[in-house]
């Protein structure tokens, strides 16, 4: 028997969750998924993790599944997370990301887990005015996905005050790669992320590359984002727990990225190295709201967390990315 307690990880069966999943095990922690799978694949979650398909907000469910699982902690992936959907669709957004938390949230303190692990995102800073971009420049979000989100961070904070709960919020850059073992990935047919939307052009999966606005104030002319390889992303979220457990009165809210940036072109030239091919570009006009620059100041999570970053190499991640979209071929017998 582990000493460590359950965790209950809504999402599981998405993107981000499902690489939580297996860094949890890997780190001997007790694993239930709860996941409506409108977006996650049952396919993603190991046969031995106790699984239960239904929704966040359906609290009778999540509340007798918190007590069979006599669960010690929750990581909430569960959400919506595509921007300009979220600026067609607010109220989805509002209701998947901050209604449906506030739910959660309060089954959590009913019966009484006490560990909060948040996924968040740097779309809570809007278009900073500095980059790098630290945990306590302004929030200002600039659409409903970034506004909903800082909701739930807003919510735990004041929930923190007022119950026996302690919660760490991590605040994402951009999540790109896979499980260097070959266990999960990026699965989600459509994706809008550019090193997934990069290698499916790469496999003949798509026709072209739109490079989203070329007249952005940064070296080439593209937007630069940070990239953090979702492994160690997820290796973070472990470490939070860890930290949550040895010191139940702190809170934590932190940068996840890499503290340094590469535009869209430095991007898709690494996705020509490693597959040693030519993607089609096509230059296109930049999107509304997009920031030329986005990057972490990740200080405080390597100065607060033993994190180290193993995967941080923009040709590996690729890589990794590469060989998952190869696999998903194969799994989806395409």
């Known amino acids: 028997m582990s000493d460590k307690p359950t965790v209950l990880v809504t999402g599981g069966a998405g993107y981000i969750g499902s690489h939580a999943v297996l860094a949890l095990r890997d780190a001997g922690y007790p694993v239930a ?12 979650i190991p046969d031995d993790v106790h699984f239960t398909q239904g929704d966040i907000a359906d609290q009778p469910l999540v509340e007798a599944l918190l007590k069979e699982q006599k669960i010690g902690a929750i990581m909430h992936f569960a959400g919506s997370i595509i921007v300009p959907e979220s600026v067609e669709d607010p109220l989805k957004y509002y209701y998947n990301n901050s209604a449906k938390s506030r739910d959660l949230i309060e089954s959590a303190v009913r019966c009484g887990v006490p560990h909060f692990i948040f996924s968040s995102t740097a779309a809570t800073y809007g278009t900073p005015e500095e980059s790098p971009v630290r945990e306590d420049s302004p ?11 800082l909701m739930t961070e807003q919510m735990l904070a004041d929930v923190a005050n007022a ?4 919660y760490c919020v991590l605040r ?3 999540v790109a790669g896979a499980d260097p073992q070959g266990r999960s990935g990026q699965s989600t047919v459509g994706a809008t992320h550019l090193i997934k939307v990069a290698v499916e052009a790469a496999l003949g999966k798509r026709s072209h590359v739109a490079v989203m606005g070329t007249d952005f104030d940064t070296p080439d002319g593209t937007g630069v984002r940070d990239y953090i390889h979702v492994s160690d992303l997820a290796n973070a979220h472990v470490l939070a727990l860890d930290a949550l457990r040895a010191s139940p009165q702190d809170n934590y809210t932190l940068n996840c990225g890499y503290g340094r940036g590469f535009s869209v072109l430095e991007v898709l030239d690494a996705v020509d190295r490693v597959t040693n091919m030519t993607i089609d570009r096509r230059m296109e006009g930049r999107r509304a709201g997009d920031p030329a620059s986005l990057i972490s100041d990740n200080r405080k999570i390597m100065a607060q967390f033993p994190w180290q970053p193993a995967h941080a190499d923009l040709d590996q991640i690729v890589n990794h990315a590469l060989a998952w979209e190869r696999k998903l071929s194969d799994i989806r017998g395409q």
């Open 33 to 44: 998924v709860i996941d409506n799978l409108t977006t996650g694949f049952r396919w993603a």
């Open 163 to 166: 119950h026996p709960i302690n």
């Open 139 to 149: 929030k200002l979000p600039i659409n409903p996905y970034g506004r909903s989100k």
């Open 172 to 174: 994402y850059f951009n």
